[in-house]
């Protein structure tokens, strides 16, 4: 079965500076696809960004980009030159693509709060 | 990015009542899911439907839960009756496809039972 692990409940960090958010994931399919969405203080809830497990280079859309290590079942998130309103919780997400199951499964969030 | 409606934002209703959550999916999306989210955990699966379909369930779609969409309107969930345990915010989602396909996700109806 699959699972998705997010062992980091919040971190704070100091505007324009760098963080880096921790998954880890548990799959037996060969082809998977790992999502990072973000719940917003209103619980809005935004797709960010998308890694394909047969792609080796690091997916990157703006100042969101990915380091997926595939050998170690992990896929964190970098957030480069944060803002205040980068304050969100984080979601790491998976799914499967073979398996026959299309169920897109989350990480219990980890809450970012970015400082001035 | 694609918007997915939810009517009612919250709605408050006394146990052993039957609710129907809305949701307007975006207009070329084929595949439809429901999520439960409890204040400050993460999101859990519910449901998803295709053509018609319940597609897959978890083990939080008890039998008290039904999905439909008939004629192409909304993408309902429908629970009754209902529990106090059913209290918590159901997120609906669509995607275009499966797979690689983004989830797109609507705001949420926060639903109090009493």
């Known amino acids: 079965a699959q699972k998705v692990t997010q062992t980091q409940t919040s971190i704070s960090v100091v505007e324009k500076t760098t963080v880096t958010m921790d998954c880890v994931y548990e799959?037996?399919?060969?082809?998977?696809?790992l999502f990072w969405y973000k719940q917003t203080a209103s619980g809005e809830i935004v797709f960010l960004i998308r890694?394909?497990?047969?792609?080796?280079e690091n997916a990157t859309v703006g100042h969101y980009s990915l380091n997926f290590q595939k050998p170690k079942s992990s896929i964190g998130l970098i957030i480069t030159a944060t803002q205040i309103e980068d304050s969100a919780v984080y979601f790491c997400?998976?799914?499967?693509?073979?398996?026959?199951?299309?169920?897109?499964?989350f990480g219990s969030g980890t809450q970012l709060t970015v400082m001035p | 990015g694609p918007k997915v409606l939810q009517i009612p934002s919250h709605q408050i209703i006394d146990m052993g009542q039957m609710v129907t959550l809305n949701c307007d999916p975006v207009?070329?999306?084929?595949?439809f899911y429901w999520y439960k989210q409890i204040l400050g955990q993460q999101m859990e699966f519910l449901v998803n439907?295709?053509?018609?379909?319940?597609?897959?369930k978890s083990k939080l779609f008890k039998d008290q839960f039904s999905v439909e969409r008939p004629d192409g309107s909304y993408f309902t969930l429908k629970i009754q009756p209902t529990a106090l345990e059913d209290s918590a915010v159901y997120f609906c989602?669509?995607?275009?496809?499966?797979?690689?396909?983004?989830?797109?996700f609507g705001s949420g109806t926060r639903l109090t039972v009493l």
């Open positions: 989602a669509s995607s275009l496809g499966w797979g690689r396909e983004t989830l797109y």
């Open positions: 799959t037996r399919d060969s082809s998977y696809f």
């Open positions: 890694q394909d497990s047969y792609k080796k």
């Open positions: 997400a998976m799914r499967e693509g073979s398996s026959g199951s299309w169920q897109l499964i």
């Open positions: 207009s070329n999306h084929l595949y």
């Open positions: 439907f295709y053509n018609g379909k319940v597609m897959e």
